[in-house]
Every structure is written in structure tokens, then in C-alpha cells.
């Protein structure tokens, strides 16, 4: 499915405000309710809009602390490797896991309530038994920007 302009501001809208009601999102796209319910149904339908969330304060929840942990795997065989990544899709505090191509195997962000909360996170699943050989962590000292948002043009 290829995006046109009416198709981008639907989505700029919805990213801004996924609650938004329809007749709301109508006029912001300069759509009359009916044709813009459509083409919602329409990218809701390709996939291109994945699902609808709640963005939570984590320092509100109790994990106002992401850290970043980059991986190295014990192999990189395909065995290893979807071995850690069904080991961390079922971890909860693992926010984002990406294969990496470059220095380390994987990125991880992990959301923690402090240090010793990590510490106990790292201590016990990012190990040998989950294919990972060594863990660098950063922690980072300011978010300068943090969006969901993708920038369509």
C-alpha cells in the first residue's frame, strides 16, 4: 500500500493522539467521518497501523530507569541466537532487543526501578544459560527525546 498526503496525516494525527475520535480525526485531515473511517480500516487492514497503546510514565510505574546493555553472544549460529531471542521476548523489563550488526551481537534496553533492581535483572538472565558470553552496560545520565512517532513525510 503506497501513503498518500491524506493517508500521512491520518497517521501524524493518530500518533499524536491515538484516542482521537473519528469525526475529530475528519476534520483535522480535511475528511468528511465516513471516508476517513475507511482509510483508518485500510491501514489498520495493511498492517501499517500495528496496534493501538498506552504510553505509561515508567518513573509513574515504578521504573523510571532504561538501561542500555549491549550483548555478546556465545556463538552466532542460528541455534544460539533464537535461543536469546525467545529467552527475551519473555522477559518483561527487556523494552526493545535488537540484533546488532557490528561490535556487539545485541542492544537491549532494559527498564529497572535502580541499580540494584539491574543488577539482579543482569545477574540472572543475561547469562551463559540464555547463549550470552559477555554484557556492557550504559547508563544513560539525561533523555534529551524520546518519541513513538515516526517522522512521515
Known sequence: MRLDDIDKRILRALQR??????????????LSPSPCLRRVKLLEDAG??????AVVSPVKAGLPLSMFARVWLTAQDA???DHFIAAMKKLPEVMECYIM??????????AV??????????????????????VKTDVPSQIVKQTYALPLR
Do not use: C, P, W
Not at 493522539?17 to 480535511?30: F, H, I, K, P, T
Not at 526501578?113 to 547469562?127: A, P, V
Open 48 to 53: 501499517i497501523i500495528d496496534r493501538y497503546v
Open 17 to 30: 493522539d491515538g484516542r482521537m475520535q473519528n469525526v475529530e480525526l475528519a476534520r483535522e485531515v480535511g
Open 79 to 81: 541455534e544460539t541466537i
Open 113 to 134: 526501578s535502580d541499580l540494584d533492581d539491574y543488577r539482579r535483572f543482569q545477574s540472572t538472565h543475561l547469562t551463559k544459560v540464555n547463549g550470552i558470553q559477555n
Open 101 to 110: 550488526l557490528g561490535e556487539s551481537d545485541a542492544l537491549l534496553r532494559v
